[in-house]
């Protein structure tokens, strides 16, 4: 099918454009930019006035707990590629479950999954998984979602291997020793409370492991969802040093602070745990630099496992709807241009991945975003597809609305 997407404001920050420009679409494929190709004839036209047309955006961070509910809460939210940890049960760890996970997606055929494989068996740590067997099937990378790997020596000889085969490894920065016991960040809230905490040093220090051993090794080595000014900084250095480094924050650590737990809220419960202002601030002012990208961290949780006292509720937040507004509504706060904030979810996150999506050059997969930044719209649970209706901004007047989402340039 022929599209073309007119009288829109076409914003691709990989390749600097932001215009007003009709954008053309054939078999798939991004066909041309402005002038019409020669020869194209339309079936279909798609009038984006008063809209941003842009990539589709690309998720870093995103669990599948019912796989067609948050497909379609992804394409909802212009959310046309997700990056799925390994921490499902079970956990990525065999090429034929991975290869499963690929298909039932692409039949689904809503928003693009990329999982990433299990760095060790069942998670565990341990022994190694089967990497080459796991790239195969279609992993793009590999972790140990927020699980620990506690023998330094089996994290290097995973590195190790990672770097001879050039797969790249994705780590959640957290000391166990100094995490296990943790729900909050230690500080005042956490004290006043009665919480055990998790230090900022929890962090800091594992970053500073995963780096040394990123040098020791060559591995291309990302950090998922870091949560302090300091480990931020950590990271900013390294990148200037040259290391092969990239990270992300989740898009509630950008808004939200150790005192959003308020009164026991659990919706407020995050791993890593929401931190102080001051690092709220540092983490805006590191993704405005271009240090780290943004994610959802799409983490669907039963009502009833929120209902649950602060210390027993499942961490984590519904996103991938809330992506574009919440990013937007911090790239207002922050003083961001709104190509600079598009591009923290659309070509950041594909240069970490080493894919040419998150772009609208000629030539490249058609995965497009129509999006009204001036529409509002009230955070409901009944305006979410996601299963998940937990997140700390129900009742919020959030703006920036999705109008459409191509995906191979077929409309979802």
Known sequence: MKIEIRNGRLIDPKNRRDEGASLFIAAGKIAGIGQTPA???????IDAAGAIVCPGFIDLGARLNSIEAELAAAVAGGVTS???????DPPLDEPELADRLVHRAADIGKARVLPLGALTLGLKGERLAELAGLAKAGCVAFSQANRPVVDTEALLRSFEYAATFGFAVWMQPQDHWLARNGIAHAGEVASRLGLA?????AETIAIGTLLQLARDTG???????????????????????GLKVSCDVGIHHLHLTENDIGF????????????????????????????????SDHTPVG??????????????ATGLELLLPLTLK???????????????????????LGSDRGQLGEGADADVCIFDPEASWRLLPEALRSKGKNTPFLGYEVQGKVRVALVGGTQK
Do not use: N, Y
């Open 264 to 295: 026991f809220d659990s919706q407020a419960r995050f791993d890593p745990p929401l931190r102080t202002q001051g690092d709220r601030q540092g983490l805006s002012a590191g993704v405005a630099r271009g240090v780290a990208a943004i994610c």
């Open 197 to 201: 905490g998790i230090p900022v040093s």
């Open 82 to 88: 997700v990056v799925v940890p390994p921490d499902a």
């Open 39 to 45: 020869g194209f004839v339309a079936d279909q036209v």
């Open 219 to 241: 591995v291309r080595l990302h950090l998922t969802r870091i949560s302090s000014a300091a480990g931020l900084t950590q990271i900013g250095k390294a990148q200037k040093e």
């Open 303 to 316: 009502a009833d496992d929120k209902l649950l006292p602060f210390g027993e509720a499942k961490p984590g």
């Open 330 to 352: 911090w790239a207002t706060a922050a003083d961001v241009d709104l190509a600079t904030a598009i591009a923290r979810i659309t070509a950041d996150p594909a240069a970490i």
